[in-house]
Structures are given as C-alpha cells and as structure tokens.
C-alpha cells in the first residue's frame, strides 16, 4: 500500500468514527433537548407521567447551628446549615419567628450524640432525625409547624 492510500483509509476511518460518535450522542441528548428529562418528567418507558398535582415549595435557611462535642481526647465542633422546606403559602414571619426554637432542639439532639456517632451518620439519616425531633418538639410544646422538611445544606466537622 502506499502512502497516499494509508493516509486516505485513516482520514475515511476517523470521519467515520466521527459521525457515529455524533449520531450517537444527538440520540442520548434528545430527551435533554426536548426538555423532558431535565425537568424530570420522562419515566423509564420513555413516556411522560399524568400530572400528580406537583407543589411548589418555599426555602427558609437557618445558618450556622453551631454543636461542640467531646471526642477522642479532643473537642470537635460541627457547624450546620439548615434550609426549612415549606409550602410556597407559608407565612415567612412565621418561619423567622421559629429560627431559635429550631436552633435549639437541633443543638439538644445534637449534643447527646457522641462524636463517632454523629460523623458516622449519613446526611439523609441527620436529615430524618432531625426532622423527627423538630416534630416531635413543635408537638409536645403544641405548635404549629410552618414547615414540611429539614434540608441539611451544608455540614462542617472539625
């Protein structure tokens, strides 16, 4: 073969290579094209779900829970971030009126947790429990509760 010949085979293979790649990736992105999938509505037939009455949600941060905790022969401090999930009707006053009663049943649950127990739990586990806690105490003091979920957005341990 000659060199001329070598040369025309790899510049036919590479473009061939090339316009499968794109055909290819054109029909992984249409459903992100279209919109579908990046709005979450595509199920896994391809088909878009009836609508299930989706609501729309409120966020109100409370910034900087700060829990010190005795470990290992030294003391550890955990700094919190938490964002109450409400319904979009929700009163805002009332969601800033609750920030301390929040800070505080978050800093009592916290504090009787050991160092290792709290590092070895799972966001979506300190999310449920504090979740619960939060309940249980606007229930025992016989408040309503403004909020619907506890996010946990940010989580720093030193």
């Known amino acids: 073969m000659t060199m001329q010949r070598v040369i025309l085979l790899m510049l036919v293979l590479n473009t061939a290579i090339a316009l499968g790649c794109v055909a290819l990736t054109y029909t992984m992105l249409e459903p992100l094209r279209s919109g579908a999938v990046a709005q979450g509505y595509v199920t896994e037939g391809g088909a878009e779900p009836e609508d299930e009455g989706s609501s729309e ?87 309503a509760v403004p909020f619907a979920h506890v996010l946990v957005s940010k989580l720093i341990v030193q």
């Open 57 to 143: 949600y409120t966020f109100f941060p409370i910034q900087k829970v700060i829990v010190s905790l005795q470990g290992e022969g030294r003391e550890h401090y955990f700094v919190l971030d938490l964002v109450l999930q409400a319904d979009i009707e929700a009163d805002t006053k009332k969601l800033e009126q609750i920030d301390p009663m929040v800070r505080n049943s978050v800093v009592a649950y916290l504090s009787g947790l050991s160092f290792a127990q709290l590092r070895a739990m799972p966001i979506v586990e300190l999310q449920a429990a504090l979740e619960k806690v939060l309940l249980a105490d606007f229930s025992s003091k016989k408040l």
